[in-house]
């Protein structure tokens, strides 16, 4: 049963979370960037606070053992739709654009997909770009699983907000016994690799701005930049080798980074089935677009070809969709696989988008299944993962998920198209927003400004289904859910 108290407690936390990141702002901008953009900040900011407390004093009586599944999955969806529209607010003020468009920049940012409304961001103040960055961030790992960390109290419901925020169809890995420590271990391994590539990233040659700044959108697989052209702007190979590096980090499981840092084994990355495949499939793709362009092309430059191919394949498979160069006007074959890319998608337990490498992996092996029970009917034929059994629950939501997320796009994609979009830049736009990758072809090769304030609503709508997973949104949609 939803309980209203429970509800209102909950919303507070992301509506204060993000009232303090642009107050936070609005200092930067005042006493480091000096680009008198604190208003901006400092204005929405304040009220966000102020509505935050109002909140938290009409639930005085909070009792976490009462948190309920259905508070969990209400609580994943109102934050994400909050935080979102709330974001919105220093966008609109500051990139002078609507209202429609500042949401859709914002939840682009918070849900790590990187399609964006704007130009001429080389002009833009820096506070503004930093904003976008570390939203993106924010967003990565999860604004519920922060709000879980700073609140130790909800160690009786806690897990039901994890379950209800962590992609992939095995939700009940715990790195501790108390769930609030899990969500600090999961922080403490992002910034970790965040400093670290910020690091790299100022030693590899960009500034010390742009480092943090893409340090933020490359851990988090969010893939905005603080220039049009995106790390084509830096004309660096060595910079494209260190994204490849913390894109993919980003892209594996959390959890499983923890593991290894905390056994000081490298091997069980490769130890691990979902890892290991992810892997292949990088090195797979990576190769057949390489020979794809260089059949193309026919460069005098193969080691460049190589590196950006290499690149933009995981620029999209972990659905950060960072550009190094012209890639829209890449040959039919190549932008097709980089769409493929993206719906494949990252690990489990990541920041990364898409399908997730495990749910393809149980599809395969269970259409496998299906063709042993053919040849062996009177044969007992199970699907293993990780040497152990698959119960018939995962398998089945792993099937329905795959349906919902092929119907969606397809419906979507419809939609698209009765705005006035052709079918390539309505569907390479769907795929973008829906695996939460980005950057789409056709029309939209630069960014999504020609979209209708209708499409970008369908959009936005399209990037929360697939940052939650369609699930825990279209949960809201049944009449059940809200009976008694």
């Known amino acids: 049963?939803?309980?209203?108290?429970?509800?209102?407690?909950?919303?507070?936390?992301?509506?204060?979370?993000?009232?303090?990141?642009?107050?936070?702002?609005?200092?930067?901008?005042?006493?480091?960037?000096?680009?008198?953009?604190?208003?901006?900040?400092?204005?929405?900011?304040?009220?966000?606070?102020?509505l935050a407390i109002v909140l938290l004093s009409m639930a005085r009586r909070f009792d976490a053992s009462r948190i309920g599944y259905r508070?969990?999955?209400?609580?994943a969806v109102l934050t994400w739709i909050s935080c979102g529209v709330f974001g919105a607010i220093p966008i609109a003020l500051v990139a002078n654009v609507s209202f429609t468009d500042a949401v859709f920049e914002s939840i682009s940012a918070l849900t790590t997909t990187g399609a964006t409304v704007l130009s001429g961001l080389d002009a833009m103040p820096k506070s503004f770009?930093?904003?976008?960055q570390f939203l993106q961030w924010l967003g990565g790992l999860g604004v519920v699983i922060f709000v879980v960390a700073v609140l130790p109290m909800l160690n009786v419901g806690g897990m039901k907000l994890l379950r209800a925020e962590t992609p992939g169809p095995i939700k009940?890995?715990?790195?501790?016994?108390?769930?609030?420590?899990?969500?600090?271990?999961?922080?403490?391994?992002?910034?970790?690799?965040?400093?670290?590539?910020?690091?790299?990233?100022?030693?590899?040659?960009?500034?010390?701005?742009?480092?943090?700044?893409?340090?933020?959108?490359t851990v988090s697989t969010g893939g905005f930049s603080t220039h049009d052209a995106s790390m084509g702007y830096f004309n660096s190979p060595t910079l494209l080798v260190v994204a490849d590096v913390f894109m993919m980090l980003g892209a594996i499981n959390f959890a499983l980074h923890f593991r290894v840092a905390s056994h000081k084994r490298l091997s069980a990355y490769w130890q691990d089935e979902e890892t290991r495949t992810f892997i292949a499939i990088v090195v797979a793709l990576s190769g057949l677009a390489f020979l794809v362009l260089l059949?193309?092309?026919?460069?005098?430059?193969?080691?460049?070809?190589?590196?950006?191919?290499?690149?933009?394949?995981?620029?999209?498979?972990?659905?950060?969709g960072f550009g190094a160069s012209d890639f829209t006007h890449w040959p039919a074959a190549a932008t097709m696989l980089l769409v493929f890319a993206g719906?494949?998608?990252?690990?489990?337990?990541?920041?990364?988008?898409?399908?997730?490498?495990?749910?393809?992996?149980?599809?395969?092996?269970?259409?496998?299944?299906?063709?042993?029970?053919?040849?062996?009917?009177?044969?007992?034929?199970?699907?293993?993962?990780?040497?152990?059994?698959?119960?018939?629950?995962?398998?089945?939501?792993?099937?329905?998920?795959?349906?919902?997320?092929?119907?969606?796009?397809?419906?979507?994609?419809?939609?698209?198209?009765?705005?006035?979009?052709?079918?390539?830049?309505?569907?390479?736009a769907v795929a973008a927003c829906q695996n939460v990758v980005g950057p789409a072809f056709g029309e939209l090769g630069n960014n999504f400004e020609p979209v209708s304030d209708v499409g970008i609503w369908i959009l936005s709508s399209a990037m929360i289904l697939g940052r939650l997973e369609y699930f825990t949104v279209l949960a809201l949609f049944l009449p059940s859910f809200w009976r008694e």
């Not at 702002?25 to 929405?44: I, K, Q």
């Not at 508070?71 to 609580?75: E, G, K, P, R, V």
């Not at 699907?383 to 698959?390: A, D, E, F, I, K």
């Open 71 to 75: 508070d969990a999955l209400l609580f």
């Open 172 to 217: 009940d890995e715990k790195l501790s016994p108390r769930v609030a420590n899990t969500a600090h271990y999961l922080w403490m391994v992002y910034i970790a690799l965040t400093a670290g590539c910020a690091l790299c990233y100022f030693w590899g040659g960009m500034s010390a701005f742009d480092a943090i700044a893409h340090s933020f959108t």
């Open 129 to 132: 770009l930093l904003y976008r």
């Open 295 to 320: 059949s193309h092309f026919q460069s005098t430059q193969p080691l460049l070809t190589l590196n950006e191919s290499v690149f933009h394949v995981i620029s999209f498979i972990t659905s950060t």
């Open 343 to 428: 719906y494949l998608g990252g690990c489990a337990g990541s920041t990364a988008g898409g399908n997730k490498i495990i749910r393809n992996l149980l599809c395969i092996k269970l259409i496998r299944l299906e063709f042993l029970r053919l040849v062996h009917p009177r044969g007992v034929s199970l699907v293993h993962y990780q040497g152990r059994r698959v119960g018939a629950d995962v398998l089945s939501a792993t099937m329905a998920f795959m349906t919902i997320a092929a119907v969606t796009a397809v419906l979507l994609s419809l939609a698209l198209m009765a705005t006035g979009l052709d079918f390539w830049s309505a569907f390479t």
């Open 1 to 50: 049963m939803l309980n209203r108290t429970v509800s209102l407690y909950l919303i507070a936390f992301p509506i204060g979370l993000m009232g303090t990141v642009q107050m936070g702002f609005a200092l930067l901008s005042m006493l480091v960037f000096h680009d008198h953009e604190e208003a901006e900040f400092f204005e929405p900011a304040l009220a966000m606070m102020i």
